[in-house]
Nanobody, 119 residues
Framework: QVQLVESGGGLVQPGGSLTLSCSAS????????LGWYRQAPGKQRELVAS???????YYRDSVKGRFTISRDNAKNTLSLQMNTLQPEDTAVYYC?????????????WGQGTQVTVSS
């Protein structure tokens, strides 16, 4: 059973920084794609950033230049460095992993960690 556990959320003032971490119970090389999603109250879950096994990254426009996604294959960890946080970044952040199988794609989710940006 694959488990993803997030940590690092909390309350931060506008302009501040936080680093989220996601620890996997298996080698993250098992997955084809790793990513961070977020869901604000009353809104749909949205992709924030992703990274492939080859290190190719994607960021949604609103976080480009402020957030950095990274992976540590030796520690089976995915991270999201978030700088210059704004109130609109407030959401529950979820770690996501995808694995392609011949019969389809299997998706795994962490339990989420709350990020609140407020003065």
């Amino acid at each position: 059973q694959v488990q993803l556990v997030e940590s690092g959320g909390g309350l931060v003032q506008p302009g501040g920084s936080l680093t989220l971490s996601c620890s996997a119970s298996t080698s993250i090389l098992f997955f084809n794609l790793l990513g961070w999603y977020r869901q604000a109250p009353g809104k749909q879950r949205e992709l924030v950033a992703s990274i492939t096994n080859g290190g190719i990254t994607y960021y949604r426009d609103s976080v480009k230049g402020r957030f950095t996604i990274s992976r540590d294959n030796a520690k089976n960890t995915l991270s999201l460095q978030m700088n210059t946080l704004q109130p609109e970044d407030t959401a529950v952040y979820y770690c996501n992993a995808e694995r392609k199988f011949p019969e389809g794609i299997q998706t795994y989710w962490g339990q989420g960690t709350q990020v609140t940006v407020s003065s």
